[in-house]
């Protein structure tokens, strides 16, 4: 094996990650002031031409009709709910909580792949699975007084991004990752803008909680660094899914895929450069089972990916992904960014 690819991806990967972990600190920023509604329409729009480029360059516009256009669309539908959610987690809940919440996608997929796919799982990553969500009710502390229940949004959200990721599991090799983006960022720009029709208004109250004021605030006229701001998360997104891509094409999944936990990094750094939050040791433990959890199921689907590799296909062969990565869409059914 070549280093040199290797390496590259991994740097692709990582600094994909990065990127879009930006993107998070921006929407955080603007989520006390600004609608939701109102940043993701900016976001989608700024993406189009970059997503068009990027069509254009993989495939052409053929890629963004194929016999797979309803399962792209109905995927891209299942994404949209999956970083709404996620989203409005970010306005109630530390940044590095959201992010590990949102990692329990990796435990989804793999209850999924075996409830919807006939895909088998071995007692070892059954195991992982029952410990990622330990390290989920460690987080959530169901009861506490620290409850919040936007923490349940973020765990919706990987439960949503689980489902986008099976759907992709239908699709054939004629759905390119360029027109994934394309049609995701389309659904996402359609759902924003009816979104704004039903609160762009503001006529709902206030109602106290970060989360609920970011979903129904009415649309603010934006200060032109606001606006700015809302825009770069478009470019964000676009400059994240060419990193992305890059490295899923230029190196093996199985050893970039695992690059994706370095959000973790990103989301306590930022975390605390951004807000001064620090996890406490109740959420350091529960952040170390989750991102433990979802490498060893990464690690035991290398390992029975290898195996079918040598023996040749096998029914019950287990594929099921990992990690959570923000709207990019860098190949079908690796793991996800925001």
């Not at 999956?82 to 959201?98: E, G, Q």
């Not at 973020?154 to 949503?160: I, N």
């Not at 390119?176 to 009816?194: C, G, R």
């Not at 200060?223 to 825009?231: N, S, V």
């Amino acid at each position: 094996m070549n280093p040199s690819p290797q390496i590259a991806g991994i740097l692709c990967l990582v600094a994909g990650v990065a990127v879009f972990s930006l993107q998070d600190v921006i929407i955080k920023l603007l989520s006390g002031s600004y609608p939701l509604h109102q940043v993701m329409v900016f976001r989608s729009v700024t993406a189009v031409p970059v997503l068009a480029l990027l069509v254009m360059l993989d495939g052409g516009l053929r890629t963004l009709v194929t016999p797979g256009l309803g399962r792209m669309l109905a995927r891209a539908f299942i994404l949209f709910w999956a970083y709404f959610a996620y989203y409005l987690a970010l306005a109630a809940l530390p940044l590095a909580t959201t992010v590990a919440l949102y990692f329990s996608a990796p435990l989804f997929i793999t209850i999924l792949s075996v409830l919807f796919l006939g895909e088998r799982a071995g007692p070892r990553r059954w195991l992982a699975v029952a410990a990622g969500f330990a390290g989920v009710l460690v987080i959530l502390r169901p009861g506490g007084a620290l409850f919040d229940w936007a923490a349940v949004l973020a765990l919706a959200s990987g439960l949503a991004y689980a489902g986008g990721m099976i759907l992709a599991r239908r699709l054939g090799p004629t759905e390119t990752a360029a027109a994934l983006s394309f049609w995701s960022n389309a659904v996402f720009l359609t759902m924003a803008l009816a979104l704004a029709l039903a609160f762009g208004g503001g006529d709902f109250a206030a109602t106290g909680h970060p989360s609920l004021e970011f979903l129904v605030r009415g649309w603010v006229r934006p200060t032109a660094g606001d606006a700015l701001l809302m825009a770069a998360t478009g470019l964000i997104a676009a400059i994240g899914i060419v990193l992305l891509t890059q490295a899923y094409r230029i190196a093996e999944a199985s050893l970039v895929a695992p690059f994706e936990y370095t959000a973790m990094i990103w989301g306590v750094l930022y975390g605390w450069i951004f807000w001064r939050d620090w996890p406490d040791a109740t959420a350091w433990t529960g952040i170390a089972i989750i991102v433990a959890a979802g490498l060893y199921v990464l690690y035991r689907e290398a390992v029975a990916k290898a195996r079918g590799a040598a023996a040749g296909p096998a029914p019950g062969g287990v594929t099921s992904r990992p990690a959570p990565r923000r709207p990019s869409e860098a190949s079908p059914g690796s793991p996800p960014s925001r």
